[in-house]
Each structure stands twice: as structure tokens, then as C-alpha cells.
């Protein structure tokens, strides 16, 4: 490899580590994610309870997608906490809810609706 292979390289590599270290620090302050992060997001949340899936996948979807966008949200409330945390984690509770909810009925309506009050915090907060 010549000189202008291992500088392009080194320059790949500090414009990768300058991303990681961008979006960390705008997670860290508590910054809106990138528009295309909530598109993404807003996408995975209409897919909840349809096309036959089940509670327990359409749940994980809903948590993961909520926890990519505002990362950790603790069960419990924090000292320090914000609106945006507060609607994030009712939500949270709903999905764990239905997730651990016994099978004695059909849930669709409940997952759809706990998805478009996702989608409504990702919305206001992402």
C-alpha cells in the first residue's frame, strides 16, 4: 500500500470516528436524532400488530425502536427528568405490559394503539 493509500485510509477513519464522536455527543446533551432516524423509526411503529405479528415480536419492535432514539430509559423515574422521559417511559410500561400480558385474547388493537402513542412521542421528542 502507497502513501496515498494509508492517507486515504487514515482520512476514512478519522471522518468514521468523528461521526461516532458527533452522535454521541448530541445523544449525551439529549439532541433530536437524525431526521432519517425518526422516518426509520415512525416506519418500524406502523408495522406493530400487523401482517400476523405476534404481541410479543410487535412489544420488542415498539421498545427497540424507542430505546435506539432516546437510548436507556430507566424503569424508574430519575431525579433529574424531563417530559420527554416521562412520555417515553408510560409508553415503555405499556409495552412491557403487553408483552407479559397472558395470551387470553386477541391484542392487535391494544398494540396498535400503544404503537401510535410511540409514534406520537417520537414525533414531539425525537
Known amino acids: 500500500m ?11 477513519g478519522v471522518l468514521a470516528a468523528g461521526a461516532w464522536l458527533a452522535e454521541r455527543r448530541r445523544a449525551a446533551a439529549g439532541h433530536a ?7 426509520a423509526a415512525l416506519t418500524d411503529l406502523q ?5 400476523g405479528m405476534s404481541k410479543e415480536a410487535s412489544a420488542a419492535l415498539i421498545e427497540k425502536t424507542l430505546h435506539d432514539l432516546f437510548g436507556h430509559i430507566p424503569e424508574t423515574a430519575g431525579p433529574v427528568e424531563g417530559d420527554r422521559e416521562r412520555a417515553a417511559r408510560a409508553v415503555l410500561q405499556e409495552v412491557r405490559f403487553l408483552r407479559y400480558a397472558p395470551q387470553l385474547g386477541d391484542y ?4 396498535r394503539d400503544v404503537a401510535q402513542r410511540a409514534a406520537e412521542v417520537v414525533r414531539r421528542w425525537a
Open 2 to 12: 502507497g502513501v496515498t493509500g494509508r492517507a486515504a485510509l487514515i482520512a476514512a
Open 33 to 39: 436524532a437524525p431526521r432519517r432516524s425518526v422516518r
Open 108 to 111: 392487535t388493537d391494544k398494540i
Open 47 to 51: 408495522r406493530a400488530g400487523r401482517n
